[in-house]
Structures are given as structure tokens and as C-alpha cells.
Nanobody, 127 residues
Framework: QVQMEESGGGLVQAGDSLRLSCVAPGRTFNSYVVGWFRQAPGKEREFVAAVSSWSGRTTYYADSVKGRFTISRDNAKNTVYLQMNSLKPEDTAVYYC???????????????????WGQGTQVTVSS
């Protein structure tokens, strides 16, 4: 099992920024592809962003967040970040990080591909 914990959520105004963190004990976490997903009440879980293992050179983004969100990793801290800028009310959701050993270019968008999930952190954006 990979034990992950998200943090950094909160209540902000539209146009503000938040930085979410996903951390796991042990540096084996750096060998996993890590994705961020979100789920709003009454809606399906949706993909937000993902970053490749180790170097983090490859990133993936949902069209709805491209140009506003940035995913990155700091291997020395066993941490993956999601920097969220220009937040909109429609970004309101519980945000989850997830990990998988490997995923293909298209498979990294699919939550069913991921093996381990954190408990989530609430992001609320008011208008």
C-alpha cells in the first residue's frame, strides 16, 4: 500500500490561488506516476492533472485547467504539488491525489488506472 495525504485546500475568492500538496512516506513514492482528480457533489469524479515518475518531465492536464493549473514534484520531499491559479467557482470540489506504477499517454487520464488514493482535501471557490 502507498499511504498518501493531501493538504492545502481551503475557502478562497474567484481569481485567487491555492497550492495543494500530496505527500507519502518513503522515496519509493517518486517511482509512481501521480495524478490529481476532483469530485463535486452530485458529479462524476474527473481528471485534473498528472505527472510522470522520477524526473516529472511529462505532464498531463484536463482542458478545463490548462493554463491555470501546474503539476510538479519535489523528489527530495516525496511530494507532488498542484498549483492552482485564477480559480473559478466551478473548480469547487474535493481534490484527491492518486498513484500508479505506470500509465500510458491516454491511460493517465483514467482514474480506473490508478491503484492508490488519498483521503481528499476540500477546495471551495466563491464568486
Amino acid at each position: 500500500q502507498v499511504q498518501m495525504e493531501e493538504s492545502g485546500g481551503g475557502l478562497v475568492q474567484a481569481g485567487d490561488s491555492l497550492r495543494l500538496s500530496c505527500v507519502a512516506p518513503g522515496r519509493t513514492f517518486n517511482s509512481y506516476v501521480v495524478g490529481w482528480f476532483r469530485q463535486a457533489p452530485g458529479k462524476e469524479r474527473e481528471f485534473v492533472a498528472a505527472v510522470s515518475s522520477w524526473s516529472g518531465r511529462t505532464t498531463y492536464y484536463a482542458d478545463s485547467v490548462k493554463g491555470r493549473f501546474t503539476i510538479s514534484r519535489d523528489n527530495a520531499k516525496n511530494t507532488v504539488y498542484l498549483q492552482m491559479n485564477s480559480l473559478k467557482p466551478e473548480d469547487t470540489a474535493v481534490y484527491y491525489c492518486a498513484a500508479v506504477t505506470y500509465c500510458s499517454d491516454y491511460g493517465c487520464y483514467d482514474g480506473a488506472r490508478y491503484d492508490y488514493w488519498g483521503q481528499g482535501t476540500q477546495v471551495t471557490v466563491s464568486s
